[in-house]
């Protein structure tokens, strides 16, 4: 079912701060810091070869990232993006075998204006597992 690696989420506490280790310490291509209030994040996005690093950090009140960030206040690393064909496909196989869909369980529009759609941690071996469709 699933595909390629889309990207990985790491939630920061000082998005400026980690736009700069990425693009003058580590010398990747990194975006301008992007809004996105329907998903509660602020977000830089680091092209790599071969995938991409989402840098998060939390915007308006009742983020969904709020609450890791309060307990990581360092930041860490928060989900990882897998690639899937067709996205209702995959999640109606999900849920059949018991895996918990989060939110109202319809995709929404993501970062790269493609359906995306998030998995339970708890069901995955304690990582959020975000689903794109390409
Ligand atoms: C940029 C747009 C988009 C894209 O296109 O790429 C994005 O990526 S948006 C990214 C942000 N959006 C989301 O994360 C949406 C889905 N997330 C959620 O619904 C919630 O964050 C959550 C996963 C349900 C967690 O909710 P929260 O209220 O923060 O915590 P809980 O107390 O309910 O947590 C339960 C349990 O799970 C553990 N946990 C929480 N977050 C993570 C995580 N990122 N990775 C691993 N484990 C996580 C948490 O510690 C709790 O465990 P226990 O303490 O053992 O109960
Ligand atoms: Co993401």
Do not use: W
Request: aromatic fraction near 4%; glycine fraction near 10%; hydrophobic fraction near 40%.
């Amino acid at each position: 079912m699933i595909g390629r690696l889309n990207h990985v989420a790491i939630v920061v506490p000082d998005l400026e701060e980690g736009a700069r280790v990425y693009r003058s310490t580590l010398g990747a291509k990194v975006s301008e810091a992007v809004d996105l209030p329907d998903h509660g994040v602020t977000t830089v996005f680091v092209e790599l070869p071969n995938t991409k690093i989402e840098l998060l950090h939390p915007h308006g009140e009742g983020s969904p990232i709020a609450k890791f960030l309060e307990s990581n206040p360092s930041g860490g690393m928060h989900h990882v993006c897998y690639e899937v064909d067709d996205i209702i496909a995959a999640r109606d196989k999900l849920e059949s075998d018991g895996m918990r869909v989060l939110g109202d369980g319809e995709p929404k529009i993501g970062a790269h204006g493609k359906p995306v759609l998030f998995l339970h941690p708890k069901d995955f071996m304690g990582t959020l597992v975000e689903l794109e469709q390409v």
